[in-house]
Structure formats: structure tokens, C-alpha cells
T-cell receptor, first 115, second 116 residues
């Protein structure tokens, strides 16, 4: 069975600094996808970044990058130059490459950016 | 990416009643999903809404409680039936988006439901 673990219930970061949110996963699939979503207090889920298990390079999207270490089964999200608007819940999710396309989510990390 | 809207954005309902949530996408999509997020919790998949066939439900969710319709490739509804306070959650619609690259998944803004 697939499982996502986020061990940091809450994190603080100073504005303009970088922060790393941890995510480890467990799967017996050879092919899978990893996602990060941001959920502000409004409740919407905002897609941030995607990493495929066979992608050789770490994914990047603007200030977001994914530190993918396949042997360690980790997919940490790095946010550079934190902004006050980055304060939110962040969820790591995984999808196997079967036809169901369903996402398995971690428990989330609440990030608070301090001015 | 797809633009997804949900109605209502929030509602307060009485125990024993039912609420139907609508999800509209601005483009045709093959797969649509319904997730539930209970207070302070992560997201859990309720079911996959299949166009032209019955929805596929996850373990712990049944059609009598959460009937789903998918009449076309841009629209789906989720009904929460015979509600109890335990159904108070955010309900989120999601779509699978394939545009030449890896299949990404986008979410609607959610429906915040409170059952009293």
C-alpha cells in the first residue's frame, strides 16, 4: 500500500529566507508521481509542483523546487525567498501509475512566515 | 490548466437533510474526483466520477450516502445524503488534466459544509 509521511506538523520561517518541508513516501510501484499542494485558509488546494519517479532532474517552478531523493524515498519541497503569502498548509501527495489516478495525501505541514 | 468552479462555496445544513454540490470545469476532462477533508485532517478520496457509468467508490464510502452524477465531460455533482454532524467537512472536486505532459490534478475551490 502507498503511504505519505509528513513529520512536521508546523514550521516557522523568517520572511525572505528559504524553508524545506519534508515528505517521505512508501510504495512498491516502480512508476509513480509526487505532488505538492498549498492550501490557504480559504480551503482551496493550489497545485505547486510535480515530480515523476523517472525524472532525472529535480522539478522546479518559480520559487518552488522539489528535492527528490529516490533511494531515500523522499520528496522535500523547498521554498526560496519566503513571502508572507506563503503562510498556509502544505500537502505532499503521491499517485501510482495505475489507471485509477487517485492521490494519497500526507497529513500536511502548516507553514507560518514571520515578517 | 483547467478552471474549476464549485457551488455552493459553503452551506450550513440541518441534520437529516441532503445537499448537492456542483462541480463545473471549463474544459472537457476524462476523470473527475471527489475528495473530503474533515476538520484538521488531510484529504481522502470519496469516489471517481466516470462519465457515462457508475462512480467508483473508495472503501468506507457508499453510493447511498454519497450519490454522484457525471452527465457530461465538464460537470459532476456530489450529494451528501441524510447528513449528520460528522459530515461537516470541506468537499473538493478535482480533475485530471493531461495536456501533452504528465497528468496533473487540479482542485476546485471547495465547498465548506457545516451540519448542525
Amino acid at each position: 500500500a502507498q503511504k505519505i509521511t509528513q513529520t512536521q506538523p508546523g514550521m516557522f520561517v523568517q520572511e525572505k529566507e528559504a524553508v524545506t518541508l519534508d515528505c517521505t513516501y512508501d510504495t512498491s510501484d516502480q512508476s509513480y508521481g509526487l505532488f505538492w499542494y498549498k492550501q490557504p485558509s480559504s480551503g482551496e488546494m493550489i497545485f505547486l509542483i510535480y515530480q515523476g519517479s523517472y525524472d532525472e532532474q529535480n522539478a522546479t517552478e518559480g520559487r518552488y523546487s522539489l528535492n527528490f531523493q529516490k533511494a531515500r524515498k523522499s520528496a522535500n519541497l523547498v521554498i526560496s525567498a519566503s513571502q508572507l503569502g506563503d503562510s498556509a498548509m502544505y500537502f505532499c501527495a503521491m499517485r501510482g501509475m495505475d489507471s485509477s489516478y487517485k492521490l494519497i495525501f500526507g497529513s500536511g505541514t502548516r507553514l507560518l512566515v514571520r515578517p | 490548466s483547467a478552471v474549476i468552479s464549485q457551488k455552493p462555496s459553503r452551506d450550513i445544513c440541518q441534520r437529516g437533510t441532503s445537499l448537492t454540490i456542483q462541480c463545473q470545469v471549463d474544459s472537457q476532462v476524462t476523470m473527475m474526483f471527489w475528495y473530503r477533508q474533515q476538520p484538521g485532517q488531510s484529504l481522502t478520496l470519496i469516489a471517481t466520477a466516470n462519465q457515462g457509468s457508475e462512480a467508483t467508490y473508495e472503501s468506507g464510502f457508499v453510493i447511498d450516502k454519497f450519490p454522484i452524477s457525471r452527465p457530461n465531460l465538464t460537470f459532476s455533482t456530489l450529494t451528501v445524503s441524510n447528513m449528520s454532524p460528522e459530515d461537516s467537512s470541506i468537499y473538493l472536486c478535482s480533475v485530471l488534466w493531461t495536456a501533452g505532459g504528465p497528468a496533473e490534478q487540479y482542485f476546485g475551490p471547495g465547498t465548506r459544509l457545516t451540519v448542525t
